[in-house]
């Protein structure tokens, strides 16, 4: 339990955060599974506008704290790198 007046204002916003970050950590872990299934179901347009939305959404968390830029850029390149055999697959 809080003792001070700062510990529970503390308290306070670490539960607003935690509501925002786990609202788009979720998200962007949807748009990464979406992008994910239909590379490998080798849907090839689909699967290119996905993974631009699920970079989007990497950038967009990373930005905002969420995941840390190392996080989302690691994840960005895994993903590309799926996107671009398949590319290599459909040619």
């Given at each position: 339990m809080a003792n001070t007046h700062a510990a529970e204002k503390a308290i306070r916003q670490s539960a607003r955060r935690r509501v925002r970050n786990r609202v788009i950590r979720s998200t962007t872990r949807t748009d990464v599974k979406n992008a994910?299934?239909?590379?490998?179901?080798?849907?090839?347009?689909?699967?290119?506008?996905?993974?631009?939305?699920?970079?989007?959404?990497?950038?967009?968390?990373?930005?905002k704290g969420v995941i840390k830029r190392n996080n989302a850029a690691r994840r960005k390149s895994r993903l590309m790198k799926k996107l671009s055999q398949l590319r290599a697959a459909k040619k």
């Open positions: 994910n299934a239909l590379i490998a179901a080798g849907d090839l347009a689909a699967s290119e506008k996905a993974t631009l939305e699920a970079i989007s959404a990497l950038d967009r968390s990373a930005r």
